[in-house]
């Protein structure tokens, strides 16, 4: 399906950071996002991969505006060319932006889930609703129950019929898979294609690389806070030497059919950042320029990447 927006969602330079206090009780600005940048266009999946505190579940946040009141967010967010003020946020949430949430502990204890799930839209889609539950393997007595009655694997389930049911033409999934078995995962993501080929966008956050190359358009690779690299997931396929940043390199060698190979050194923490570019202490390439100066973003071979070096 055709739409008139060439980008659906556009992120330039985002930068979050939150107001923190030191042992002294002095006030201190943590940075913990910073340049990152995204574009995701209708019909399409775009994969969100990294490691634990790179920033991706704050990328979410920062997208549908539900950061703590702690929180400074700067740069610039457009949906659907239009700047993604926090009044537009609050309108769209739930209805043109929908999330699936990491945590289960989302659900509602005293309500039942069935009712949960139909949301506050009337009619309520209660038939559309019991679709998608049989479709996920969820028995019908499901709607009845309460969050605590389910297992990890149905409440992630009714958690992605949540975001499904809703006509939301951008759906942010932050890791919707944990817990489900392989054929419910493959399930949720078949419906997440459908979607997209209907002309929805699709963010899916993952640490499961592997599922995200089998249906996902494109791969941004996340480091620290910021994108380093965005590329078509047919390049991951291919192998490292499609690639343009080194970190991306090393993600697909710690791929386990890969050798499961690590690289030294620790994403670093927010509060002690390197100067320059923020791979520079673990990447093989780097130069005095590369600990000095941040490098910008650049297309080459048809995709992003912020780095001196590539090629």
Not at 4 to 31: G, N, P
Not at 48 to 76: C, D, E, R
Not at 191 to 200: H, P, T
Not at 246 to 251: D, M, R, V
Request: hydrophobic share 40%.
């Amino acid at each position: 399906m055709e739409s008139k927006y060439d980008s659906l969602l556009e992120i330039h330079d985002l930068s979050v950071s939150f107001k923190m206090y030191d042992k002294a009780l002095e006030q201190t600005d943590l940075q913990v996002i910073s340049d990152l940048h995204l574009t995701v266009r209708p019909g399409e999946i775009v994969a969100v991969a990294g490691s634990s505190g790179s920033g991706k579940s704050l990328l979410a946040s920062a997208i549908l505006g539900i950061l703590p009141g702690n929180a400074t967010v700067g740069g610039h967010l457009h949906y659907k060319g239009l700047e993604l003020t926090p009044e537009r946020q609050i309108n769209l949430r739930g209805t043109e932006i929908a999330l699936i949430p990491q945590s289960v502990a989302y659900l509602d204890p005293l309500m039942k889930v069935g009712k949960q799930a139909d949301g506050h839209k009337k009619p309520y889609p209660t038939e559309k609703r019991r679709g998608l539950f049989k479709r996920f393997g969820l028995p019908e007595k499901t709607e009845n129950l309460y969050p605590f009655q389910l297992s990890g694997g149905m409440a992630r389930r009714v958690l992605v019929s949540t975001a499904l049911i809703t006509d939301a033409e951008l759906i942010i999934a932050d890791e919707p898979t944990p817990g489900m078995s392989l054929d419910q995962a493959l399930e949720a993501l078949k419906m997440f294609r459908e979607l997209a080929n209907e002309g929805k966008a699709i963010i899916l956050i993952t640490h499961d690389i592997d599922l995200a190359f089998e249906f996902a358009d494109r791969v941004a690779v996340f480091y620290a806070g910021t994108t380093v690299e965005v590329a078509d997931t047919e390049d991951f396929r291919r192998g490292p030497e499609y690639l343009r940043h080194p970190y991306s390199k090393a993600l697909w060698n710690a791929l386990p059919q890969n050798g499961f190979k690590p690289i030294d050194g620790f994403q670093p923490y927010a509060g002690n950042l390197p100067t320059g570019c923020l791979f520079n202490p673990r990447c093989p390439y780097a130069t005095v320029e590369c600990r000095m100066k941040t490098p910008p973003v650049t297309r080459i071979r048809g995709g992003e990447v912020r780095c001196f070096h590539a090629t």
